[in-house]
């Protein structure tokens, strides 16, 4: 008898904890959409040496995982004046603040303010500073700019979520801004190491979207097979 409870509270913790990653780790990849066609765009090297190409499909795919996000956000019911009568709509209760690393994470912040067209934005510089006879690097900021956080709901934008390193640092910074209601991390890429290091380092009302997660990190921090340098590829080698 208490083998069988044993099982059941297992079973139960493992389902609870599979449920409770899928609301907090978004995949959209995963279903057939036109989200995949951008990203094999994205992907495909032989496409890479037509930059505003590029830059378009992070864009377009900006805006796909703006929708899918905004279905988790507040709403409120406001009356809407039509030339012909009224209509009680669902509008955002609040806009959020959209955050992005420079400069790779451009492309997919137009994408997204596509949508949330009325929110404030906060730019952060992060960039990989090699250390010295190392085959190694450390993040370090330079610049951060942005609005007010308290209260609001913070996305911070960025294509690639490698290690993790970098999301956790930008977040870091941005919270002399204020504390956030929730916080959202985008990218278009991802790896369960990166993901896992962050929801480590933040707090746990955090949610991810994600295009697609990939396997693999080499020893030098690059997502496998992911697409290449964002930063490069949108907007020249630095």
């Known amino acids: 008898m208490a083998m069988h409870q044993a099982e059941f509270w297992i079973t139960w913790w493992l389902g609870s904890t599979l449920n409770f990653l899928q609301k907090m780790i978004h995949e959209i990849g995963k279903d ?3 989200f995949n066609q951008f990203l094999a765009e994205a992907r495909n090297e032989e496409l890479h040496m ?12 900006g805006e796909i995982l703006a929708y899918e996000l905004s279905k988790e956000l507040d709403y409120t019911t406001e009356e809407i004046i039509t030339p012909l009568g009224s209509s009680d709509m ?5 806009q959020p603040v959209l955050a992005t690393i420079l400069r790779a994470g451009l492309p997919l912040h137009q994408g997204m303010l596509n949508y949330f067209n009325k929110a404030e934005s906060a730019f952060i510089s992060a960039y990989r500073k090699p250390l010295k006879n190392q085959d190694k690097f450390e993040v370090e900021i330079e610049y951060l700019s942005a609005p007010e956080l308290d209260d609001k709901e913070l996305i911070i934008a960025d294509p690639m979520l490698a290690t993790g390193t970098s999301m956790a640092l930008v977040h870091k910074a941005l919270m002399a801004k204020g504390k956030p209601n929730h916080n959202h991390i985008v990218a278009v890429l991802a790896t369960k190491e990166g993901i896992n290091y962050v929801r480590k380092n933040l707090p746990k009302n ?11 990190l080499t020893a030098q921090s690059y ?5 290449g340098d964002a930063g490069d590829i949108s907007f020249g080698k630095k």
């Open 32 to 34: 057939n959409s036109i």
């Open 206 to 216: 955090t949610t991810f979207w994600i295009g697609a997660i990939d396997d693999e």
């Open 90 to 94: 669902r509008v955002l209760k609040s």
């Open 223 to 227: 997502i496998v097979p992911g697409l």
């Open 50 to 61: 037509d930059s505003a190409r590029f830059r378009n499909n992070i864009e377009r795919m």
